[in-house]
């Protein structure tokens, strides 16, 4: 498969090194070369078969605009661009391609989301929920994606949405804890990430499973068929 990769940040370039070993074609836009989506068009991306972009949350959304406008299959492991969800699903729709965003394509921590919303339960028993979690001290956005994922998780479940505490410090890959607190004890879920290896893999599983579909996915929806 030939696959554009958007962005040379520490994620993206692990997400390009495990593509390359899956034996994909891999190319890669830095943000300096593809200012204000300027890179994407119908011609560059003639000779790609699916884009992944781990950019920012500001240049995210051109970059999608300008990929559907091309009809090219994508996969977005960028979030902080959630509040556009609706229209970007109009425009894969009418595009009539492929397209699959997740906050975080790890296999554990989308485990770690199923655990969460069977945890939830203890809310009705009068556990007061809170998430904490830490990322390394250049992450742009606070809370996280998968923080606020998280928090919807809980909310499904109990109507309740728990108070996020983020933390930004040193060179954390990613923890995400959910905590229910009684006065007779606590319950604690967690997922700590070791490496961004996890979420480099399933970016690319992703690509690979999206390419011969179209329409619009969660990485939610779809992590078992990987």
Not at 4 to 33: D, M
Not at 35 to 45: Q, S, V
Not at 67 to 96: F, I, N, P, S
Request: with cysteine; glycine share 8%.
């Amino acid at each position: 498969m030939r696959i554009l990769l958007l962005g040379k940040g520490k994620t993206g370039s692990l997400v390009a090194e495990v593509a390359k070993e899956r034996r994909h074609h891999v190319e890669v836009l830095t943000g300096s070369e593809n200012a204000g989506a300027c890179a994407l068009t119908r011609e560059r991306l003639q000779s790609v078969d699916l884009v992944l972009d781990f950019t920012r949350p500001q240049a995210a959304l051109a970059n999608i605009t300008a990929c559907l406008r091309a009809q090219k299959a994508m996969v977005v492991g960028t979030t902080g661009w959630y509040d556009e969800l609706g229209r970007v699903r109009a425009e894969v729709e009418a595009a009539g391609t492929g397209f699959l965003y997740g906050a975080n394509f790890s296999i554990g921590v989308n485990i770690f989301l199923e655990a969460a919303r069977t945890a939830a339960q203890a809310i009705q028993h009068e556990y007061l929920p809170q998430i904490f979690e830490r990322h390394h001290q250049h992450k742009k956005d606070a809370p996280s994606g998968t923080a606020l994922v998280l928090r919807d998780a809980v909310r499904e479940v109990a109507g309740t949405a728990p108070e996020i505490v983020s933390f930004r410090e040193g060179d954390v890959v990613g923890m995400h804890e959910l905590v229910f607190d009684s006065p007779n004890d606590r319950i604690y879920v967690c997922h700590d990430a070791k490496s961004r290896r996890g979420f480099a893999e399933g970016a690319v599983r992703a690509a690979e499973w999206l390419a011969p579909r179209k329409g619009f996915f969660n990485f939610r929806e779809v992590w078992r068929e990987l």
